[in-house]
């Protein structure tokens, strides 16, 4: 039997986006991934921070990427640590290192595949969910990208 | 710098650890009969009587994070005076930290008793396990919301397990590492445990007993994680003259250190970390800098308390401080080297947080002053320096460096 992952609640806890953040969230909810990108030293960081952590300058530009990447790590959680994720186990949580925003990181769900599917170097793209329920973010998934 | 060990063990100690106590261990859960400061000062009695002091000595509290009301406690033990109160931040990495603190105090001449504690609780709503989650007023693992944060969370991403989870397959990447080397850690833990009254599990752990567990967050599986518990731990320091003339040998601070780079950071709250030390325990830094202080090396230790609450991370640190190269952690392992019996650098000698108790990390300070006393359950021939490290984490991760008086 061929074992699926499942997807996880979009509003398991309280978020709490800020004016750092904002940006990114925004362009979420149309389908858009962007990273800030400091406008001095054109370094990328993740998550939006007020100032670059190389050469601490606070211009920030926010660069739409392709929202292409690769499975830098993971972990299939199979057990709930919450009650609410009771339904949802097993899920994937993964690093991903996006393709043309080189020397970050995002933390996702790798969804729509076969847990034995998963492995490290795997490419990615960008997925979005359906909907954005109440109290949930735009949050950004993943699923495993077949070489074109 | 002298040039003998001997010479360099005299040389550096202002401060030592004169006393040392702890309630008894309980499952998660099954202290709520007492109150978290009845826990503490359980503890803190004990140590003293251990020590040969008495409340109107301490003048100072050193802790770790968890932001225990020192005001209350100090109102209720009816402190004639605090000189100094303070505590590290960090989220998980302080406890070695909190004797560095105490160090630190005693040092400047600010206060001359301190007393560092750490007490656990852990009832259904307040488990370690969710902290990252956990927004239960009730909970001393509380955390708020925040804009950081919400790129871990979205993903339920809310256990430490899942997130050490991940540094842990990637060093399996890596290096080759396999489970059979977590599981070295998680037996030749266990089998430290097993003579040991105050050890929550005690029964034998086979190979097959390791792989027959459940699987927690892949590659972590039950054995991996440490033991959810309860309990309290006090230590108390003072400097190295009046430790001469109290009831034991006195345990001198050789070194302490605690920090780590900026590109560590929060490490598993936010995954960022460069390439070349993903895979670690994000305490090279503090190590060097802990060695250096002490004028001393991995190879002068003769016992390791590593923070353990995974068992992965305890070949992370043995790469950081150097008693391996980096990556060889598992084949390190694997070689017998962290066994009680035979091994090269005995390993939780105890029990650590994976099969005695976990109150994070104290208990591996307890160990370490038995093992310098020559009173441990498992004690280690002739030991004279041990390492004790405050747990794998957000920065600052700590470590301490213990001595004998000789």
Same mark, same amino acid.
């Given at each position: ?148 | ?34 109150? /978290? ?42 402190? /004639? ?29 600010? &206060? ?11 009832? /259904? ?37 899942? &997130?050490? &989870? ?27 445990? %097993? ?5 929550? %599990?005690?029964?034998? %752990? ?118 391996? /190269? ?35 990390? %104290? ?35 700590? &470590? ?7």
């Amino acid at each position: 039997m061929i074992e699926m992952l499942s997807t996880p609640p979009a509003n398991l806890v309280p978020f709490a986006p800020d004016a750092c953040t904002a940006e990114f969230w925004d362009a979420a909810a149309n389908r858009r991934l962007v990273v800030p990108r400091c406008v001095e030293c054109l370094t990328y960081r993740f998550p939006p921070t007020p100032v670059c952590p190389r050469c601490r300058s606070g211009d920030t530009t926010f660069d739409e990427l392709t929202g292409r990447g690769s499975i830098y790590t993971f972990t299939i959680a199979r057990h709930a640590p919450l009650p609410a994720l009771r339904g949802t186990v097993p899920y994937a949580i993964a690093v991903i290192e996006l393709d043309d925003a080189p020397g970050i990181r995002i933390v996702g769900n790798v969804v729509g595949c076969a847990v034995n599917d998963i492995e490290i170097d795997a490419p990615v793209e960008v997925s979005w969910d359906d909907e954005v329920g109440e109290g949930a973010l735009p949050i950004p998934r993943w699923r495993l990208r077949t070489a074109a | 710098m002298p040039d003998t060990r001997e010479e360099r063990l005299m040389s550096v100690a202002e401060s030592a650890i004169v006393g040392i106590g702890r309630t008894q261990y309980w499952k998660r859960g099954e202290s709520v009969g007492h109150t /978290p400061l009845q826990l503490v000062i359980s503890a803190i009695r004990a140590a003293l009587d251990d020590a040969g002091l008495g409340f109107d000595d301490v003048d100072g509290f050193a802790l770790y994070a968890t932001g225990f009301d020192t005001a209350l406690l100090a109102q209720t033990l009816g402190i /004639p005076n605090v000189r100094f109160t303070a505590a590290l931040t960090g989220g998980g990495g302080g406890s070695a930290g909190s004797i560095g603190l105490a160090d630190a105090a005693i040092r400047s001449g600010q &206060a001359s008793v301190v007393v560092s504690f750490l007490a656990v609780q852990q009832p /259904p709503e307040a488990r370690f396990g969710s902290a990252f989650a956990n927004t239960s007023k009730k909970s001393q693992y509380s955390y708020s919301p925040s804009s950081e944060k919400d790129f871990i969370l979205s993903s339920a991403l809310v256990s430490p397990g899942q &997130a050490f &989870a991940m540094l842990a397959r990637r060093h399996m990447h890596e290096f080759g590492t396999s489970r059979e080397h977590f599981a070295e850690v998680a037996i030749s833990t266990r089998v430290n445990a %097993m003579n040991r009254e105050t050890a929550l %599990m005690r029964e034998a %752990m086979t190979l097959d007993d390791y792989f027959a567990a459940r699987m927690i967050s892949d590659p972590l599986c039950l054995l991996d994680f440490c033991v959810e518990s309860d309990g309290a731990v006090a230590v108390v320091t003072t400097t190295a003259e009046r430790a001469r003339d109290l009831r034991h040998r006195p345990i001198p601070i050789l070194a302490s250190a605690h920090g780590g780079a900026g590109s560590w950071g929060q490490a598993i709250g936010w995954f960022g970390m460069p390439d070349d030390v993903f895979a670690s325990s994000g305490y090279e830094p503090v190590a060097k800098d802990l060695f250096a202080r002490a004028g001393l090396a991995a190879s002068d230790v003769d016992v390791a308390l590593l923070y353990d609450h995974f068992s992965p991370l305890v070949l992370l640190q043995l790469e950081d401080f150097g008693f391996c /190269p980096r990556g060889q952690g598992g084949p390190f392992v694997a070689d017998g080297n962290i066994r009680f019996e035979g091994g090269s650098i005995p390993v939780n000698t105890h029990g650590g947080n994976l099969s005695e108790a976990y109150v994070i990390g %104290m208990t591996h300070i307890y160990e370490a002053v038995e093992q310098l006393r020559g009173t441990a359950v498992n004690q280690v021939r002739d030991a004279e320096v041990a390492l004790v490290s405050g747990g794998p984490a957000s920065i600052p991760v700590s &470590a301490l460096l213990l001595g004998r008086d000789s």
